[in-house]
């Protein structure tokens, strides 16, 4: 019986471990949004030429151009938000359930 509540314990470390990860994971995601949707709207805004990084440079590029490709990046950090979003949930759920398994135990 000591041996299984190691083993629950352990578990329960690791799904922890995993939640702060993702939980991490999920700051990164959101601030990467915000300079997104923050980039957009200079760009809408942006009267005159419209640049672009390009290592260390700046790149002139076509305003319709750059904002297409921040609408893209845009959704990919969306659908990646709510990726991690449903990975934190079935950690969660997984975590309730180990501490449930270790109340019965």
Same mark, same amino acid.
């Given at each position: 019986?000591?041996? *299984?509540?190691? +083993? #629950?314990?352990?578990?329960?470390?690791? #799904?922890?471990?995993?939640? &702060?990860? %993702?939980?991490?994971?999920? @700051?990164?995601?959101?601030?990467? #949004?915000?300079?997104?949707?923050?980039?957009?709207? /200079?760009?809408?805004? =942006?009267?005159?030429?419209?640049?672009? =990084?390009?290592?260390?440079? %700046?790149? !002139?590029?076509?305003?319709? *151009?750059?904002?297409? !490709? #921040?609408?893209? @990046? $845009?959704?990919?950090?969306?659908?990646?938000?709510?990726?991690? $979003?449903?990975? +934190? /949930? @079935?950690? &969660? &759920?997984?975590? *309730?359930?180990?501490?449930? !398994?270790?109340?019965? =135990?």
């Amino acid at each position: 019986m000591p041996e *299984e509540n190691q +083993k #629950l314990a352990r578990r329960a470390q690791n #799904l922890q471990r995993q939640m &702060q990860t %993702l939980q991490t994971q999920e @700051r990164s995601v959101e601030m990467q #949004l915000q300079q997104t949707k923050q980039a957009i709207k /200079e760009v809408e805004n =942006a009267e005159g030429s419209v640049y672009k =990084a390009a290592g260390n440079v %700046l790149v !002139e590029k076509d305003k319709e *151009e750059i904002k297409k !490709e #921040l609408e893209e @990046r $845009k959704e990919q950090m969306e659908s990646q938000k709510e990726e991690v $979003k449903n990975r +934190k /949930e @079935r950690t &969660q &759920q997984k975590i *309730e359930e180990m501490q449930s !398994e270790q109340k019965a =135990a």
